[in-house]
């Protein structure tokens, strides 16, 4: 995944080596197969790509460290597909998992939640700008696609091992539901709280 590079010093074409090549986000992937998803969830996203470029590779786990306040729910579908379609298994590490982001974080084949982490599912939104005229006709497409939104992510959430019905899951989220770490674990959205012991299981130096 490393290229090579070289600088000029003392009038020399010199080689960098691989650790000067990368930053710790490129370090840590290359190494270790850890990725770091911060921020929203948007179609100019790349983590669903290296999560396939990574598969090619070999078929170990990758680690998915998760701090996101959500975002667009087409491209969390997406990443959710590509998670699910790749065949090294997926385990998600939830810090911050809001809205969109508590869907991938419960998509992980192992899932794991920092102490004190927070998750929050609600609804699925539309916003508009305020001087912007909304037609009858369009209101009626906005409606129908948010209903299809909306049961496309509880079905997602069953299907990732939520330990609520349908009905109940579609009660919660009527507002912002937050949850504490245990809480998200009894609800089944993520199975354990990172240990140090598990973390440093997978940035050992001698990891092969």
């Known amino acids: 995944m490393l290229y090579p590079r070289t600088v000029h010093l003392n009038s020399k074409e010199v080689l960098v080596s691989d650790v000067e090549m990368c930053g710790y986000k ?5 190494e270790h197969r850890i990725l770091f998803f911060s921020g929203a969830i948007t179609g100019e996203m790349a983590p669903h790509d290296l999560l396939m470029s990574l598969d090619t590779l070999s078929h170990d786990p990758i680690r998915l460290v998760i701090t996101s ?11 959710y597909d590509t998670m699910k379609m790749i065949k090294s298994p997926i385990e998600t590490v939830g810090r911050y998992c809001a809205s969109a982001a508590a869907i991938l974080l419960a998509a992980g084949s192992k899932r794991y939640i920092f102490p004190h982490a927070k998750v929050m599912l609600h609804l699925p939104s539309n916003y508009f700008a305020k001087d912007t005229a909304i037609q009858v006709q369009d209101m009626d497409i906005i409606h129908r696609e948010s209903k299809k939104f909306k049961e496309k992510m509880i079905d997602i959430l069953l299907e990732c091992g939520a330990k609520k019905s349908r009905e109940e899951i579609l009660s919660d989220i ?35």
């Open 69 to 79: 306040p959500g975002g667009d729910l087409d491209s969390t579908f997406l990443f």
């Open 26 to 30: 490129e370090h840590m992937t290359q």
């Open 174 to 208: 009527d507002r912002d539901y937050w949850l504490e770490p245990k809480e998200a674990i009894a609800y089944g959205l993520c199975d354990k709280i990172m240990t140090p012991k598990v973390w440093n299981s997978w940035t050992k130096e001698d990891r092969k």
